[in-house]
């Protein structure tokens, strides 16, 4: 019994998901199938021929069908969907070429299709079909448009993303707005993904029907064609080639059949086959515009590019044919001849308004790769005006905008394209990070980040970026909560450590940056900035060993790094390492010669090694550079007085004491020098003048002063 439990218990989801997918159907279906109707067509005895779909347009004035379907028709009935009866139908206008009719009634008080805005009808549109074939039990069915096909003769065709049994012959495709774009066509009977648009059609609508007298239509080398071209785009090519094969025998002259041969051939990979069977077509019909097309495509294809242009050029003498312009412009995007490809593009624009957001989206690629911004966004706005969820043309006005400085409105085509390509979410958030980066707009790049991680809570880069935009506001307790969070998400990534290394560093605490950047180097072990940062780290927390570490690794990598050298000689300094320290300043001043810290370091680190004519030598070339530091000029007066040099001590303690009158090292310094030179009398005045300043170190001068005495 349990397993049975949870059976039942799996099974009923699944029903539920069904029974509302129906309703949903359900609705669509009674909201249509009143414009749907029945056709029963009957021959001259009145005999039954077949039974088939149309659908009515034009205030109930016209039913469109399959023009197969009336073959050997004399008597037509139509029922409608919602269960109304149509007088007898007895003339008709066909395009045999595209195996439509259209049937002529009188107006009556019935549900009609409104025609769709075919220009707006691309790949991806949601539609339907209805078939009342069994008018007891309608049938629906939905799905997209795959791809448009335009082919000669004014044929446009529908590649649907569903197959149609033959029950939906003479089926209307409609769009979820109940508008009418094309018919089912099924022609022998075979199921087919094809469509044809009602397009061609609408020419028809003025014009007087001719009755119908019973016609055979299947023999029509029309609709044979017709046949093959749904056999090719159903992908049967083999049973399109063997039709085109009968109709060759019979119809040698005809072009359309060579034509299609050669889409059959090229199918098949037969290229210079297929090239002699477009050629013929053009013997035959020398205006054959699309056969240019297609040879200059097979041209590009076997890399013979001139050719491809010539032919695609002889399209355009025949007539102003638009895919000619449009596979120009492709072209020349190939031969990387862009003003060429833009020029094609223009003129596709012009010469197929209709579609002429396929033109400016090229145009907006091709503008924005040569940095016409501008251009590219008034294209760009084109295609948006008629697919505003276009990813390609939502980028380009995105992209162009940042580069123009129109921030805002690049935030918001990226803000917009997050919701519909999601698939690249984090790049889009990423541009537009990078685009407030630039304009210093952190409170904003706050506030996106924050919505970015509601939606995006597992992906580290919204934490990460929210973090740096707390840095850079200063708010470093609020960057440290966000980078720890995404850290725990993500401990190994390298980005969230450092800013967070960053943060501590910025609040001085010291210990805990260090602990980030050796967390970071786990991760990437010779990252020259994380060496870098925590040798200065190391070094301002007194972790001189550490920092002498770390900046010694940098300099591995980046040996002619100033500061780095610098620094190092401090950590150098403070282990007591003035070898090393003097080493590393040489090498500051061999790289920046202006660099006078150094020099005034190098004086202090040769004192220390008592060297003290280099001290004297560095501290004299920093007193080059800033004469009047009392403390260079203090330290080159004591290394005057280790080296021996009295006379020079005297008088550059004199000197600091002429600057700062008070500084009892000095006094006290200058009177021992006195005393080294038997000068008792000056030592006394300098100890006269320390008993004021400092009585410690006049008592200290006094019995160096007395020892002399004895």
């Known amino acids: 019994m349990k397993k049975l439990q949870i059976f039942v218990f799996l099974l009923l989801p699944l029903f539920l998901y069904q029974l509302l997918f129906s309703e949903e159907l359900s609705e669509i279906l009674n ?29 109930g004035k016209f039913i469109i069908t399959n023009l197969h379907l009336l073959s050997g028709g004399v008597y037509i009935t139509a029922d409608t969907g919602d269960g109304k009866k149509l007088d007898s139908i007895l003339s008709y206008s066909p395009l045999k070429f595209s195996d439509l009719a259209l049937l002529y009634t009188k107006k009556r008080d019935t549900n009609f299709f409104a025609m769709a805005d075919l220009t707006r009808i691309g790949p991806g549109e949601k539609i339907y079909a209805i078939s009342l074939k069994n008018i007891k039990n309608p049938q629906i069915l939905e799905g997209n448009i795959n791809t448009i096909y335009k082919l000669p003769q004014d044929i446009t065709l529908y590649h649907l993303s569903f197959s149609c049994p033959n029950a939906f012959d003479g089926a209307p495709i409609f769009t979820e707005a109940g508008e009418i774009i094309g018919i089912v066509n099924t022609i022998g009977e075979e199921d087919s993904s094809l469509g044809v648009s009602i397009g061609s059609l609408l020419s028809l609508m003025n014009k007087e029907g001719q009755n119908l007298t019973g016609e055979d239509f299947s023999p029509l ?56 069977s477009y050629q013929k077509s053009i013997q035959l019909k020398p205006d054959f515009a699309e056969a240019h097309i297609k040879i200059g495509s097979l041209y590009e294809k076997i890399g013979e590019q001139e050719k491809a242009i010539e032919s695609y050029k002889n399209a355009l003498k025949v007539k102003i044919f638009p895919d000619a312009y449009y596979s120009l412009g492709l072209l020349y995007e190939r031969m990387n001849k862009t003003e060429e490809a833009i020029e094609s593009y223009k003129n596709y ?45 939502n980028y380009t006005f995105s992209f162009s905008a940042e580069k123009l400085g129109e921030v805002d409105k690049a935030v918001d085509g990226y803000l917009k394209l997050i919701k519909i390509d999601k ?83 910025r609040l001085g605490m010291s210990n805990e940056a260090i602990n980030c950047f050796k967390e970071c ?4 072990p010779n990252d020259s900035t994380t060496l870098y940062n925590l040798g200065v780290v190391s070094l301002q927390a007194g972790n001189f060993l550490e920092a002498k570490n770390a900046l010694s690794s940098y300099l591995k990598i980046n040996p002619e790094d100033v500061n780095a050298h610098y620094n190092l000689s401090i950590a150098f ?8 320290a003097s080493i590393h300043l040489k090498e500051v001043l061999k790289l920046d010669p202006q660099h006078y810290r150094a020099r005034y370091n190098l004086g202090l680190s040769y004192f220390n090694k008592k060297d003290y004519k280099n001290a004297i030598d560095a501290f004299n070339s920093y007193l080059s550079f800033h004469p009047n530091d009392k403390n260079a000029i203090y330290n080159l007066a004591v290394a005057y007085l280790m080296g021996g040099f009295h006379s020079e001590a005297i008088q550059f303690f004199k000197k600091v004491i002429s600057l700062d009158p008070n500084n009892a090292l000095a006094h006290y310094n200058l009177g021992y020098t006195y005393l080294l030179l038997k000068n008792k009398f000056g030592a006394l005045e300098e100890y006269n003048i320390l008993q004021k300043l400092n009585p410690e170190l006049a008592q200290k001068l006094k019995g160096f002063i007395e020892k002399i005495k004895e």
């Open 423 to 505: 698939k690249r979410a984090e790049d889009y958030y990423i541009y537009i990070v990078n685009a407030l980066t630039k304009a210093e707009k952190y409170h904003r790049i706050v506030e996106i980040s924050k919505d970015f991680i509601k939606n995006y809570p597992l992906l580290p880069s919204g934490y990460l970026n929210l973090g740096i935009a707390y840095i850079h506001l200063e708010d470093y307790q609020n960057a440290i909560e966000v980078l720890s969070k995404a850290i725990k998400i993500d401990p190994s990534n390298y980005s969230l450590q450092y800013n967070l290394g960053i943060c501590y560093t």
């Open 573 to 580: 300094m403070n282990l007591q390492d003035y070898e090393n």
């Open 349 to 393: 624009v012009l010469s197929y308004p209709e579609y002429a957001y396929r033109g400016y989206s090229r145009l907006s690629i091709l503008y924005r790769l040569s940095g016409k911004f501008k251009d590219a966004m008034e294209s760009a706005q084109k295609v948006l005006e008629k697919f505003p969820d276009d990813i390609d043309a």
């Open 521 to 524: 180097l786990k991760i990437k």
């Open 221 to 276: 080398t029309e609709l044979k064609i017709f046949h093959a071209i749904s056999l090719i785009h159903n992908s049967r090519n083999e049973k399109a080639s063997q039709l085109l094969n009968e109709l060759s025998n019979t119809e040698s002259t005809n072009p359309f059949v060579h034509f299609y041969v050669g889409m059959i051939k090229e199918a098949n990979n037969q290229r210079e086959e297929a090239l002699k």
């Open 31 to 59: 909201l249509n199938k009143g414009k749907v109707v029945q056709l029963k067509i009957k021959g001259k005895k009145k005999e039954a021929l077949r039974i088939g779909n149309g659908f009515l347009v034009e205030e």
